[in-house]
């Protein structure tokens, strides 16, 4: 054995030096001594580290300290004010509470919040309190902005440094809080919303493994406890060692508050286009709705400071391990796979065949009919897409990794089940083409083919890793779904089936009228283009819900207003020919 200390023995100790036979052996009660005489300290053995593996004080993807460890003699040359400070610090700020299933996870305490960090949560709240409560559009992306602003201050304050995925999750997040400032529809600004929230926790905590990708959010909703908390201990430690300060400031807020209410109620009542113009930008602060305003102010305060104290503490949701699946022989493993592929083919090779062949030759063979062979096809394949991706997961889990040979049989055997999967995801595309021009375009069918095409861009990214690796694969899938709901907010999924059915009503005559009248003010450019009185039936539901009153800027969305501009030149009637109306005839059996 060699002299020199390993990699894990920490530095400033030196190997053991053997025993000397003829040292005397201390009294009872007499303390060993050391060759400088001092009384020798009782140290507990540690165990051996691996320095790859990140500290409990580092935060995942951030370089160690180059400075020398507590275990060094740091502790040796610290000054007794400093020790001090250091209790004193952390009896102030103690580690969070450990989370149950999340123990060593969250692996540092935050670090004590700067009052730019406070500023910040309280222009959160206070914009929460006065743009929200009149809808959602553009006044959730301008909240979420110094929420964003918070985070950062505290992740700055933590020693976190920003880097290029935490920059492209952060700025992926507030851009798809652009779709509910763009679209009326409800329904893909929730899916806008609830993927930016889940961008967002990536951005906060970090990490590249499938744990972190998918568990992220948890950390998040813990932090909407500590956070608050965290917040308060800060603003008492400011409102008790800088109370001048504290005040100087509220006083420039009154003064200043008091300066904007005088000049600007002049200037109102010397000009009514002045008056007009405030009473446009100022959000409507009446007191009818105190209560739900005091609300929407705890919920953006709290949202706010949740954010930051993630940032300042992260979860390091990359420390959770998942066990590795027991290997299976060759046999076991290839024969069920090979045989899956096997009918893949065949169900595929037909396919083609009816591709080229043309469609008559099979509805006359089945007996179906056009619609009835589209509708049957698609849910199907959809299911079978779904199903291929999970044995694909239980397949690499249980694949053989004893030899070399192994990984060619893997990446050959999958790799041709991925690529035949993706013709059914083509095929399964083009079934439900044609049950729309059977049956006209609806929310449910754009939706389940934007989910198809995103199942099969996975398939493609899982085919890219048995190639490249699969080390960025966690992080690809969560920006191909993030991209997803975004480009689906920005197409106006209701444009889109309003536009479609149009086309369809010009070249069948069959348009789905109920249907029609039940989508939002993004369909209403599309439904303009009908001929009347069909225009002023499939249009007065939505002038209807649209009113007569506009609401304030930031709570009205570009559809919307683009609607009411559509309705305002040219606004549809208001006792149309129903009868008329009525001799369009559209089958719905299968809307």
């Known amino acids: 054995m060699s002299d020199i200390p390993s990699a894990s023995e920490p530095r400033g100790q030196r190997p053991a030096k053997p025993r000397d036979p003829e040292a005397k052996e201390p009294r009872e009660g007499e303390e060993p001594r050391q060759a400088t005489g001092r009384p020798q300290e009782a140290t507990e053995p540690t165990a051996p580290t691996d320095p790859t593996e990140p500290t409990a004080s580092q935060d995942p993807g951030e370089p160690e300290s180059t400075g020398p460890s507590p275990e060094s003699g740091s502790r040796g040359d610290a000054t007794e004010a400093e020790e001090e400070a250091k209790e004193e610090s952390d009896r102030a700020y103690p580690s969070p509470a450990p989370v149950p299933g999340l123990s060593g996870l969250q692996v540092r305490s935050p670090a004590p919040v700067r009052t730019a960090t406070l500023w910040a949560a309280l222009?959160?709240?206070?914009?929460?309190?006065?743009?929200?409560?009149?809808?959602?559009?553009?006044?959730?992306?301008?909240?979420?902005?110094?929420?964003?602003?918070?985070?950062?201050?505290?992740?700055?304050?933590?020693?976190?440094?920003?880097?290029?995925?935490?920059?492209?999750?952060?700025?992926?997040?507030?851009?798809?809080?652009?779709?509910?400032?763009?679209?009326?529809?409800?329904?893909?600004?929730?899916?806008?919303?609830?993927?930016?929230?889940?961008?967002?926790?990536?951005?906060?905590?970090?990490?590249?493994?499938?744990?972190?990708?998918?568990?992220?959010?948890?950390?998040?909703?813990?932090?909407?406890?500590?956070?608050?908390?965290?917040?308060?201990?800060?603003?008492?430690?400011?409102?008790?060692?800088?109370?001048?300060?504290?005040?100087?400031?509220?006083?420039?807020?009154?003064?200043?508050?008091?300066l904007l209410l005088v000049f600007g109620a002049l200037f109102a009542g010397a000009d009514a286009a002045f008056a007009d113009l405030l009473g446009e930008l100022m959000p409507d602060a009446s007191v009818s709705g105190g209560p739900w305003r005091v609300v929407l102010l705890a919920l953006g305060l709290v949202g706010a400071l949740a954010a930051a104290h993630t940032a300042a503490a992260p979860v390091q949701w990359d420390r959770v391990e998942v066990p590795k699946g027991r290997p299976r022989g060759r046999l076991e493993w290839a024969l069920p796979l090979i045989v899956l592929t096997v009918l893949f083919a065949a169900f595929n090779a037909v396919q083609l065949a009816?591709?080229?062949?043309?469609?008559?030759?099979?509805?006359?063979?089945?007996?179906?009919?056009?619609?009835?062979?589209?509708?049957?096809?698609?849910?199907?394949?959809?299911?079978?897409?779904?199903?291929?991706?999970?044995?694909?997961?239980?397949?690499?889990?249980?694949?053989?990794?004893?030899?070399?040979?192994?990984?060619?049989?893997?990446?050959?055997?999958?790799?041709?089940?991925?690529?035949?999967?993706?013709?059914?995801?083509?095929?399964?595309?083009?079934?439900?083409?044609?049950?729309?021009?059977?049956?006209?375009?609806?929310?449910?069918?754009?939706?389940?083919?934007?989910?198809?095409?995103?199942?099969?861009?996975?398939?493609?990214?899982?085919?890219?890793?048995?190639?490249?690796?699969?080390?960025?694969?966690?992080?690809?899938?969560?920006?191909?779904?993030?991209?997803?709901?975004?480009?689906?907010?920005?197409?106006?999924?209701?444009?889109?089936?309003?536009?479609?059915?149009?086309?369809?009503?010009?070249?069948?005559?069959?348009?789905?009228?109920?249907?029609?009248?039940?989508?939002?003010?993004?369909?209403?450019?599309?439904?303009?283009?009908?001929?009347?009185?069909?225009?002023?039936?499939?249009?007065?539901?939505?002038?209807?819900?649209?009113?007569?009153?506009?609401?304030?800027?930031?709570?009205?969305s570009w559809g919307e207003a683009h609607a009411r501009d559509i309705l305002r030149d040219r606004p549809p009637s208001k006792d149309p020919d129903w009868s008329a109306c009525s001799r369009v005839v559209d089958d719905q059996m299968y809307r």
């Open 354 to 556: 009816v591709l080229f062949g043309g469609y008559d030759a099979v509805l006359k063979k089945t007996g179906q009919t056009y619609a009835e062979y589209a509708r049957q096809g698609f849910w199907q394949l959809l299911l079978v897409t779904l199903l291929t991706l999970l044995v694909i997961v239980f397949a690499l889990r249980w694949a053989p990794r004893d030899e070399a040979r192994d990984q060619k049989l893997v990446r050959g055997v999958l790799g041709t089940l991925c690529a035949l999967a993706l013709v059914v995801v083509a095929s399964a595309v083009r079934r439900m083409d044609m049950y729309v021009e059977a049956y006209g375009l609806t929310r449910l069918r754009v939706s389940v083919v934007a989910v198809e095409l995103w199942l099969g861009l996975i398939i493609v990214l899982i085919m890219a890793a048995g190639v490249w690796g699969a080390r960025w694969l966690p992080r690809a899938v969560a920006a191909s779904a993030a991209a997803g709901v975004l480009a689906f907010g920005l197409m106006s999924p209701d444009g889109l089936i309003a536009e479609r059915n149009v086309q369809r009503y010009e070249d069948t005559g069959k348009f789905d009228l109920e249907y029609a009248r039940s989508l939002s003010a993004d369909a209403v450019p599309a439904l303009d283009k009908l001929k009347e009185p069909l225009r002023s039936c499939a249009l007065g539901s939505v002038a209807t819900e649209l009113g007569e009153d506009e609401g304030p800027w930031y709570a009205t």
């Open 123 to 258: 222009a959160t709240g206070v914009l929460s309190m006065l743009l929200l409560d009149d809808g959602l559009a553009l006044n959730l992306l301008l909240v979420a902005i110094p929420a964003a602003l918070a985070a950062y201050f505290a992740a700055q304050a933590a020693g976190r440094r920003t880097r290029a995925w935490t920059l492209v999750w952060g700025i992926g997040g507030i851009g798809l809080l652009i779709v509910p400032a763009l679209r009326d529809a409800d329904w893909p600004s929730f899916l806008a919303i609830v993927a930016a929230v889940a961008l967002g926790s990536l951005a906060l905590h970090g990490g590249r493994t499938w744990p972190a990708v998918l568990l992220g959010p948890i950390g998040v909703f813990n932090a909407l406890v500590t956070g608050p908390t965290w917040g308060w201990r800060g603003l008492r430690e400011r409102f008790g060692g800088a109370r001048r300060r504290v005040g100087a400031g509220l006083r420039a807020l009154a003064v200043t508050a008091v």
